[in-house]
T-cell receptor
């Protein structure tokens, strides 16, 4: 399945590194999301973009910086991360923000991040 | 109280069994309900949306009880390939796009 792709699939970085996660959706959707999934915890919404505008910044530390250059691409820039930031970072997309209708979100395979 | 609560399991059942998962949610204003499936170390995949009238997709049946704020998923004739974690998902209090995920119920189907 190639609806939503993410690169890299695995990333190991030191606390002083700067890296970026990339997400691309091929579904013609207008909304894109970043989620964090830590071990034994439910998914946590981090950021939401609709038509390239950020509509949600869910109290995420500034060491995570999203970028949405167009409706098909979403980046998550990482800098000076902490070991507790190690997690699976998932990108998702949906047709739009949903309004009063069901908002089915489709996920990419995720980037498994380890911060040393 | 958690916004979405699920029994973590695991549910360990033989092939061919019928198994039911339950989920409760705290926001009475929620309008969107879903079941997602997540295999080990993989991304969540949408299994089915849950509608007020209940809906069925092959061996899977989802029910919604708004009065009790309760969602269920029934799997009939379990297959080995059904082994996964099943996530109950509800839209958040102030927006339809803000999905709240439960911690998931783990299902193990044995031969």
């Amino acid at each position: 399945e190639t609806g939503v792709t993410q690169t890299p699939r695995h990333l190991v970085m030191g606390m002083t590194n700067k890296k970026s996660l990339k997400c691309e959706q091929h579904l013609g959707h207008n909304a894109m999301y970043w989620y964090k999934q830590s071990a034994k915890k439910p998914l946590e919404l981090m950021f939401v973009y609709s038509l390239e505008e950020r509509v949600e910044n869910n109290s995420v530390p500034s060491r995570f910086s999203p970028e949405c250059p167009n409706s098909s691409h979403l980046f998550l820039h990482l800098h000076t991360l902490q070991p507790e930031d190690s997690a699976l970072y998932l990108c998702a997309s949906s047709q739009d923000l949903g309004g009063q209708t069901h908002n089915e979100q489709f996920f990419g395979p995720g980037t498994r991040l380890t911060v040393l | 109280r958690k916004e979405v609560e699920q029994d973590p399991g695991p549910f360990n059942v033989p092939e061919g069994a019928t198994v039911a998962f339950n989920c409760t949610y705290s926001n009475s204003a929620s309008q969107s309900f879903f079941w997602y499936r997540q295999d080990c170390r993989k991304e969540p995949k949408l299994l089915m949306s849950v509608y007020s009238s209940g809906n069925e997709d092959g061996r899977f049946t989802a029910q919604l009880n708004r009065a009790s704020q309760y969602i269920s998923l029934l799997i009939r004739d379990s297959k080995l390939s059904d082994s996964a974690t099943y996530l109950c998902v509800v839209n958040g209090m102030d927006s339809s796009y803000k999905l709240i995920f439960g911690s998931g119920t783990r299902l193990l189907v044995r031969p």
